[in-house]
């Protein structure tokens, strides 16, 4: 199985501050890899797929980009409602695997 | 609007079988590229991609959860079913449903809500 290794678990920003999550592949997954966001309580919620398209509805303050086993999600000026948990996931081999999570915090 | 619900039981007994639907609107898993996975959460933990089922009724399972489930379609009643053989402490999680759709780079963009799986004696 490919293992996805997330970094940093924890990563502590003030609103308004850029956040930058890692994440790593164990073997390329081309650019067949997605971010979610999860707040407390809430299913996750698709922020990009393909690496760096967005999904319907998100803002332009999120980013990917990445391909093969280095990925990066960026967000821009954190607001209140971005302190949550983000994975990432690939599904360019079987089975899909996720990372971890990073958990962006105030 | 798409929407997915999942419905079982809250408290199953180790050794136990957990059968787990989901129920979804707004597509059809007869349409080419439509998929619908299984997906759980321990409490306080990762996500853990569990199986999937597509549009040819192709299936897909966990490495290691392989020989403990089952994924299958009811196309008619709009339903996918999760059958999870000999549960034990720490299969307790909450456990989603997700559509995947290649559109959306086959990635999952829509979840149901969860409903939490207690596994306990």
């Known amino acids: 199985d490919i293992v996805m290794t997330q970094s940093p678990a924890t990563l502590s920003v003030s609103p308004g501050e850029r956040a930058t999550l890692s994440c790593r592949a164990s073997?390329?997954?081309?650019?067949?890899l997605a971010w979610y966001q999860q707040k407390p309580g809430q299913a996750p919620r698709l922020l990009i797929y393909?690496?760096?398209t967005k999904a319907t509805g998100i803002p332009a303050r999120f980013s990917g980009s990445g391909s093969a086993t280095e990925f990066t999600l960026t967000i821009l000026s954190l607001q209140s409602e971005d302190f949550a948990v983000y994975y990432c996931?690939?599904?360019?081999?079987?089975?899909?695997?996720f990372g971890q999570g990073t958990k962006v915090e105030i | 609007q798409v929407t997915l619900r999942e419905s079982g039981p809250a408290l199953v007994k180790p050794t136990q079988t957990l059968t787990l639907t989901c129920t979804f609107s707004?597509?059809?898993?007869?349409?080419?590229?439509?998929?619908v996975s299984w997906i759980r959460q321990p409490p306080g933990k990762a996500l853990e991609w569990l199986a999937l089922?597509?549009?040819?009724?192709?299936?897909y399972y966990s490495t290691s959860l392989k020989t403990r489930l089952t994924i299958s379609k009811d196309t008619s009643k709009n339903q996918v079913v999760l059958r999870m053989t000999h549960m034990d402490p720490v299969d307790t999680a909450t456990y989603y449903c997700?559509?995947?759709?290649?559109?959306?780079?086959?990635?999952?963009?829509?979840w149901g809500q969860g409903t939490l799986v207690t596994v306990s004696s």
């Open positions: 997700a559509r995947r759709e290649k559109s959306s780079g086959w990635s999952y963009d829509f």
């Open positions: 707004g597509f059809s898993l007869n349409t080419n590229g439509m998929c």
């Open positions: 089922i597509d549009w040819e009724d192709d299936k």
């Open positions: 073997q390329s997954v081309a650019r067949n």
């Open positions: 393909d690496a760096s």
């Open positions: 996931q690939q599904y360019n081999n079987w089975p899909q695997t």
